[in-house]
């Protein structure tokens, strides 16, 4: 577990280093806030370290809002970290600044040799919302422009690199346009948007989108706290199969995940497995803002992503 006396956290990710070691990457801002709805507008992009996933070392920040003025001189926030061809580490992240008020989300990059110190790359934003296909900022349809998250993953077939993101189509009911938005770039480094990895099927959102191959099966994983009343659901996380890791993923047919305290989680290899590590959002009523120990899970074809119960557990009639 991965709880600081001093700063809420949230949404996390994980990337791997040659010694063995895991870093995890995550939103954090200070409990001195006292109202963690203000946590979004203050939000950094923190960094520890664990040998086993469980036990961390905290180290310094990775990524703190740029100085103004600056498209990201607001907050920064969820990514992720992958490691490209020529070795250096590429941290993609999501940026908001002062003068959209917060209200447009874009997608940067900061590059590291050492997964330790960051530098962002170039000063703008790297991708951002083209409206051929997604939502720009409507206060009559959305709160905000949503185009954050960025999952990036290489192509199966070495062709490049995947972007996924959390987007919304520009068009359908308001309420239900949450779609996987997605970019593709043939060096990490230029990016091409493409038109969106799924339909509108009753979400508003479909936030930290990630994909993983898990006992064989192609799965995309996603989290939400805004469904149309027409899906007659209060589930946060869900799981949906495809073909590949490309997609394109039937949202329609996703199924929900029975861990209700838990949200943003992303799929990490742990041991021979897989396990599930988000950040406990509510108990009692109060927001926790911490990230939880590992939680072992197994693919089921016909019940979708499970938890793997201990064995002593799972006996008994």
Do not use: C, I, K
């Given at each position: 577990m991965l709880r600081l006396p001093d700063h809420w956290v949230w949404d996390s990710w994980y990337a791997q280093d040659d010694n063995g070691s895991w870093h995890a990457f995550f939103l954090?801002?200070?409990?001195?806030?006292?109202d963690?709805?203000?946590r979004h507008?203050?939000?950094s992009i923190g960094h520890a370290v664990s040998d086993d996933l469980r036990t961390w070392r905290l180290v310094p920040d990775a990524l703190v809002?740029?100085?103004s003025p600056g498209w990201d001189d607001l907050a920064t926030w969820t990514g992720c970290t992958v490691r490209g061809p020529d070795g250096r580490w590429y941290l993609f992240y999501t940026g908001v600044g002062r003068a959209d008020d917060g209200l447009v989300q874009r997608i940067g990059l900061a590059v590291s040799d050492d997964l330790v110190t960051w530098h962002r790359h170039g000063d703008g934003p790297l991708v951002e919302a083209d409206p051929t296909w997604y939502e720009l900022l409507d206060r009559e349809m959305w709160y905000e422009q949503a185009w954050r998250d960025p999952w990036v993953f290489p192509d199966p077939a070495g062709d490049g690199w995947h972007m996924l993101i959390t987007a919304r189509a520009n068009q359908g009911p308001a309420d239900a346009r949450g779609v996987v938005g997605h970019a593709t770039s043939p060096d990490l480094l230029n990016w091409t948007v493409q038109p969106p990895l799924s339909a509108p099927a009753g979400f508003g959102?479909?936030?930290?989108?990630?994909v993983a191959v898990v006992d064989g099966q192609p799965l995309l994983l996603f989290c939400t706290n805004a469904i149309a009343a027409s899906r007659g659901s209060e589930e946060q996380l869900w799981v949906v199969p495809a073909p590949t890791v490309q997609g394109p993923w039937d949202v329609s047919a996703a199924q929900p995940i029975a861990l209700p305290d838990l949200y943003a989680p992303r799929l990490v290899p742990d041991g021979d497995g897989w396990s599930l590590i988000?950040?406990?959002d509510h108990a009692d009523g109060q927001f926790v803002g911490e990230i939880s120990d590992p939680i072992p899970v197994?693919?089921?074809?016909?019940?979708?992503?499970?938890?793997?119960?201990?064995?002593?557990?799972s006996t008994g009639g």
């Open positions: 954090r801002a200070s409990r001195a806030l006292l963690p709805h203000r507008r203050r939000a809002p740029a100085d959102h479909l936030e930290v989108p990630q988000g950040f406990v197994r693919y089921d074809p016909a019940a979708g992503l499970l938890t793997r119960l201990p064995a002593a557990a």
